[in-house]
């Protein structure tokens, strides 16, 4: 089975420019979460979605982040206009419905994550 | 809210010892499952370990065990026989049911000694 993808690896941008990050999902799971990672930090949701929808974003700032998964499989971040305050690793990670058996819904699965850096 | 607090930010333990990881967490919900997460430096994210908070009994994965006291709302990990390999940042993390949120705490850094 083929895990979470994530590209690009990384990325190293200048301040006010504009990147995009996408991620593929293990295939047939439904849930698909965008997590920032500050150097030192824990993971930060950022925006979770059930299939095409949004289930929780109040942490996203949307002044700036923007993410969609219009087909509620693969899906793309962005920043527009990036801070240096952006630089992280940006992880995806996605499950299983609820209640599949073997671990459903309760397991996420990470990408490689995206290591980005505003100059 | 929920809160998961972990109070270490680095460990170290010798080869073939024995570690444990201490998590607290805060919330009024009655219906959620706990997790400790391995990060390997430069690698990415994987499940150690998972309990769900309605079992008494505490999860077991070969060397990885925990400790999960509910009243207190305490989750450590336990890591017997320790190897290099389990050098990593260990993350505590919360899901609360309905909705599957996810919340992290902030992470202890593991170092084995050979």
């Known amino acids: 089975e083929a895990g979470v993808a994530q590209s690009p690896r990384y990325k190293i941008i200048e301040k006010r420019q504009s990147v995009a990050f996408w991620c593929n999902p293990i295939s047939g799971h439904a849930t698909l979460y965008w997590y920032q990672q500050i150097l030192g930090q824990g993971p930060k949701l950022l925006i979770q979605?059930?299939?095409?929808?949004?289930?929780?974003d109040s942490q996203l700032p949307k002044d700036r982040f923007s993410a969609e998964r219009l087909k509620g499989v693969d899906s793309t971040l962005k920043i527009q206009p990036a801070k240096l305050e952006d630089s992280a690793v940006y992880l995806c990670a996605s499950s299983s419905p609820p209640g599949t058996s073997g671990g459903g819904g309760e397991t996420q699965y990470f990408g490689p994550g995206t290591r980005l850096l505003v100059l | 809210a929920q809160t998961v607090t972990q109070s270490q930010p680095e460990m170290s333990v010798q080869e073939a010892e024995t570690v444990t990881l201490s998590c607290t967490y805060d919330t009024s919900e009655n219906n959620y499952y706990l997790f400790w997460y391995k990060q390997p430096p430069s690698r990415q994210m994987i499940l150690v370990i998972r309990q769900e908070a309605y079992k008494q009994q505490n999860a077991t994965e070969n060397r990885f065990s925990v400790n999960f006291q509910k009243a207190a709302k305490s989750f450590s990990l336990k890591i017997s026989d320790s190897q290099l390999g389990d050098t990593a940042m260990y993350f505590c993390a919360f899901m609360k049911r309905p909705g599957n949120q996810f919340y992290f705490g902030t992470g202890t850094s593991l170092t084995v000694i050979p």
């Open positions: 979605f059930q299939n095409n929808g949004v289930v929780d």
